[in-house]
């Protein structure tokens, strides 16, 4: 050892590894929607430091910026502090604060004067929240069908398009198999969801060197940095590319025939009856079963059949005319066959598709054999015997080691479902669903593509005083399932389910204030928001909400949206138009639930759930959400939160309904440890000693498949009869992939006029042109409303690394990193508009202005222009000081953003993808103006005071100098030893 650190030497001997807490609490982290497991230390009773849990199946031990920095969302100025009454005008921020007695009797009298008269009057909507398997079961319970999450905003375009097409979905019930894939095709993925694992499994890719990472994206930041190729494609357009694909793939007869027979619908047949109601339908047999033409019998039978030879293409002649052909004899043809017609089109030719997407036609088609080269040359096969649907037993798992994940940037377009679609057709064409090197389900997926249930909310089905007959979410497979008067009139208040969103199958949120504000279509009395900021980032046309949510009847000087209540843990730009605040805790403060309910934590090779445990108490007046909202159920007599004396059934609240809640018998919100002596897993009794177990174990139950049931999910035998145990299906029969997609041709029927449901006349074309059984690709309709010479550029958000929507707003390290957003531009872009790198900006779409600040890269297409998203601020809310750079220099692109399209028949359709909802962020066209004196910061909005009980917020942080040793920072800074 040196003499200089020697511990007697003259220099001072640095401690390695000193303890940093004197005690370690496991939990899950919640400053992102990924659910990795932490461990929280604590000393002297303080958050002191946050890491990774090793142990725990999400991140392995990962942690990123925005989990080490949750000790900041803890301690933030921001929080709230106890229940609110507004006592000034909305919007306004003027508050007294209340007891929570008053409070909750406030919020009982509301809900019960609704529920007792009419229980639709209440629109309860959630934002990001993780505990959607109460709040679903808590509306259903109230009597409500206004209810859903966030997810109408977020990405239901990619999970329905999902879910009725494979039975599964990227990120949440799905995954890359990252150890085998070859080639990883990423679309529209900055570094928002799935944030830990996918940079784990890109860092297992690039560690492994034998993968091609290709991420399409019109921005080059996050993954796409790391990316071995990136395509900058122009925004909405992806569809086009994908077909481009397709087209190449079947150009050059690189498919997986063999897969198509064996797990999809191509063989199926289809009827060709033009001008009646059965055209495009599959063909059926009595026993309601699919048709198809069997090349050996040369016969027309069951299609589920494994002993027949099934045609892929052709014409047959049917003798069973179906109803509404007239009697007349029809032919069918397999559903390859039209697939082979649509994409063989020329207008899919790369050729053709470049100019569009500004993707060079030679890339297509070298991607296109790529694809091909990775999927059939370099087949990828496992010693692991399996035993498919019909009992055939299989020596090796074989797989087509290509992968693909899609998000955001294909979500938030109008045209995305279509986009969505088309991905998994290409897939579908490559034979690599759930194989080995492709793309893998997570349990409890795959499922019926869709599955049940259906959504409830008809009219017999909502009563005063009585719980729903059903759930308020859930898949239609036909326009009778809609939910719609008879003259065609939404029921919903989001019009979810109706003829402007027919597969809404998370609702639509975006949709509500508005809805609300006009009484269309009808009014509702309380609108019950938990965790979304939908006066600010969450809506679009942001200070047009602002107005609708503080409009006043004239006639009865009465808010147009009566009442508000709203809770969260922060004070976010919702606050000031609330006028009933049910603060909640932080994370770390509360009991919570990621369950298989919901969305649980699971992995492609086995089941996982997990829990939240209160780390810290609360040194606030404040009260978990969950908590107040079964009180609040108890309150209102809710049968499933009430014993029969009128009681609480769940009287040590959320905990005591997470142990003790049964959905179904044996079910329940957690999986791990049920019975009564906790040796069970899936399903059994009730374990009051289930929270414990979790806590032993991290807070995380992990159930591991078998290897036989680890691939072919949708048609492994092993695996459906394990998922059947689970409850997870109904059945053990084979998912078939759903490559033509029949709802959808019934939704395009009925928008040509045929079917027993219609659509009014004014919503026909339009569901005629957007549904289609086989993808279609249309222009984003910000196109073809907004003039593109006036607006050339199109323009949108990415989530950096390092904040999650706008929960790191208040976040002092965060805010470090991202403390305002600038406008990215393509530095040949700038040189065509005479802008430089800083140069001041207006940038204006047909619906508002605001100001920036232009910073030019090389990585992002030349017709697109970018920024942070959610880093703009209104003055005063989150606590900021009044020079924060978030609302001085920073800007909101939602005030660009129409939440309406123009009128067409005196109608206004929402900015959103026609069939599922979908907020199409991402349509946005703009111009790009220079304006040196533009003045910076956010000058739609007028700033909000502290709310009460908010403290003013320290000018500098030094949290963490308590926990210095004797010598303490002071000292240090003064010049002595360190
Ligand atoms: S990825 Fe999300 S959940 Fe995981 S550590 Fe980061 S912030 Fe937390």
């Not at 899609?406 to 045209?415: D, E, L, V, W």
């Not at 006029?753 to 690709?777: H, K, N, Q, S, Y």
């Not at 908010?950 to 000292?971: D, E, H, I, M, N």
């Amino acid at each position: 050892m040196p003499d200089d650190i020697r511990p007697d030497s003259k220099y001072e001997t640095v401690d390695l590894s000193p303890p940093v807490s004197d005690e370690v609490k496991a939990t899950t982290c919640y400053m992102c929607a990924c659910r990795c497991g932490i461990k929280v230390h604590l000393k002297d009773g303080s958050i002191r430091y946050i890491e990774g849990n090793k142990d725990h199946p999400v991140n392995k031990g990962v942690l990123c910026a925005k989990g080490s920095a949750g000790i900041m969302q803890h301690y933030s100025p921001a929080r709230l502090s106890q229940p609110l009454r507004r006592v000034g005008p909305r919007g306004s921020g003027e508050f007294e604060a209340i007891s929570w007695d008053e409070a909750l009797a406030t919020a009982e009298e509301w809900l019960g004067d609704v529920r007792k008269t009419d229980p639709k009057k209440l629109a309860f909507f959630t934002g990001r929240d993780q505990s959607q398997s109460l709040t679903g079961f808590w509306a259903s319970q109230f009597g409500t069908p206004n209810h859903a999450a966030h997810g109408g905003f977020c990405s239901v375009n990619m999970a329905a398009a999902d879910i009725y097409t494979i039975g599964g979905s990227f990120w949440e019930f799905g995954e890359p198999d990252w150890e085998h894939t070859r080639y990883f095709l990423m679309f529209g993925v900055a570094e928002d969801h799935d944030s830990n694992p996918i940079k784990a499994g890109l860092g297992k890719l690039k560690t492994l060197g034998k993968a091609k990472f290709v991420s399409v994206n019109p921005v080059r930041t996050g993954y796409s940095a790391i990316a071995d190729e990136w395509v900058g494609i122009r925004p909405g357009t992806d569809g086009l590319f994908v077909m481009a694909l397709i087209h190449e793939l079947l150009r050059t007869g690189q498919v997986d025939l063999e897969f198509l027979a064996r797990y999809t619908n191509a063989h199926w047949l289809v009827r060709q009856a033009p001008g009646t109601a059965d055209h495009g339908l599959f063909v059926r047999g009595s026993n309601g079963k699919p048709l198809a033409y069997d090349r050996t019998s040369g016969q027309i039978v069951d299609a589920s059949r494994t002993d027949i030879d099934p045609a892929m293409r052709g014409s047959f002649p049917l003798h069973d005319s179906a109803p509404g052909d007239g009697g007349a004899d029809t032919e069918a043809v397999p559903a390859f066959q039209l697939l082979l017609d649509r994409y063989l089109d020329a207008r899919y030719s790369p050729d053709v598709v470049a100019a569009k997407t500004g993707i060079d036609a030679g890339a297509i088609r070298r991607i296109a054999g790529e694809l091909a080269h990775a999927a059939f040359e370099q087949e990828i096969t496992l010693d692991v015997p399996w035993t498919d649907w019909a009992g055939r037993t299989h020596d090796k798992m074989v797989g087509r080691p290509v992968s693909m994940h899609a998000m955001r940037g294909i979500s938030a377009h109008s045209n995305g479902f279509q986009t969505c679609r088309a991905i998994h057709v290409l897939q579908m064409l490559l034979g690599s669903i759930d194989c080995p090197g492709g793309f893998r389900y997570k349990p409890p997926f795959p499922r019926p593509a869709p599955p049940g249930p259906k959504p409830a909310g008809k009219p017999h089905q909502v009563s005063p005083g009585a719980p729903m007959a059903g759930p308020p979410l859930g898949f239609v497979t036909a326009p009778e399932d809609l939910l719609v008067d008879e003259a065609g009139k939404a029921l919903r208040i989001d019009k979810a389910y109706s003829w402007d969103a027919p597969l809404a199958a998370h609702g639509m949120m975006h949709t509500v204030i508005r809805n609300a504000w006009a009484g269309d279509p009808y009014p509702i009395d309380v609108l019950f928001m938990f965790m979304a900021n939908m006066s600010w980032n969450s809506s679009m046309n942001t200070s047009e909400t602002m107005k609708m949510l503080t409009d006043k009847d004239p006639e009865t000087g009465e808010y147009k949206i009566p009442k508000i209540i709203y809770s969260d843990a922060f004070q976010s730009e919702m606050i000031a138009y609330a006028d009933l605040i049910l603060p909640d805790t932080t994370y770390l403060e509360r009991w919570d639930c990621i369950s298989l309910l919901d969305r649980p934590i699971c992995d492609a090779d086995g089941p996982a759930d997990a829990i939240r445990q209160p780390v810290v108490a609360p040194d606030r007046d404040v009260r978990p959400f969950q908590d107040v909202l079964i009180e609040l159920g108890v309150r209102l007599g809710l049968p499933a939160f009430t014993n029969s004396d009128g009681g609480a059934k769940y009287p040590g609240g959320y905990p005591d309904y997470l142990a003790n809640h049964e959905r179904a018998p044996g079910i329940g919100p957690l999986a791990g440890w049920r019975g009564e002596n906790g040796d069970s897993h899936g399903h059994g009794a009730a374990n009051p000693d289930q929270l414990a177990r979790y806590v032993e174990n991290g807070c995380f139950w992990k159930g591991e498949f078998t290897p036989s049931q680890r691939y072919h999910k949708h048609a492994n035998k092993d695996y459906l009869e394990h998922a059947a145990k689970m409850g997870w299906i109904a059945s053990p029969d084979q998912i078939v992939l759903q490559l033509y997609s029949e709802p959808q041709q019934r939704f395009k029927l009925a928008g040509q006029g045929f079917g027993r449901v219609l659509p009014p006349v004014r919503f026909r074309e339009r569901i005629a042109a957007c549904f289609d059984p086989l993808p279609v690709w249309y222009a984003p309709f910000e196109d073809g409303h907004t003039d593109p010479a006036a607006y050339p550029i199109h323009a949108l958000t990415q989530r950096p690394m390092a904040m999650y929507h706008s929960w790191g707003s208040q976040n002092a390290w965060l805010r470090q990193i991202h403390g305002w957003n600038r406008l990215y531009m393509n530095r040949k872009t700038a040189v065509g508009h005479g802008l430089a790198d800083g140069d001041k900006v207006r940038v204006e779409s047909p619906y508002g202005s605001v100001n920036a600040v232009i910073a030019l890269m090389e990585g992002c297409n030349t017709d697109t222009v970018w920024t942070w998203n959610a880093i703009g601020k209104q003055k005063g809310a989150w606590n900021l000081s009044k020079d924060a750079p978030e609302s001085n220099k920073g800007f909101l692109l939602n005030h660009l953003i129409t939440d309406l399209l123009p009128p067409k028949d005196g109608y206004r359709f929402v900015n959103a993808d026609p069939v599922t909802g979908q907020a199409a962020w991402f349509d946005l066209r703009v111009r790009v103006v220079k304006d040196d004196n533009a003045e910076l910061g956010d000058g739609n909005t007028k700033p909000v005071p502290r709310a009460p009980g908010v403290k003013p917020a320290k000018k500098l942080s030094r949290y963490g100098a308590q926990f210095l040793p004797a010598r303490s920072w002071r000292r240090n800074r003064k010049g002595g030893a360190t």
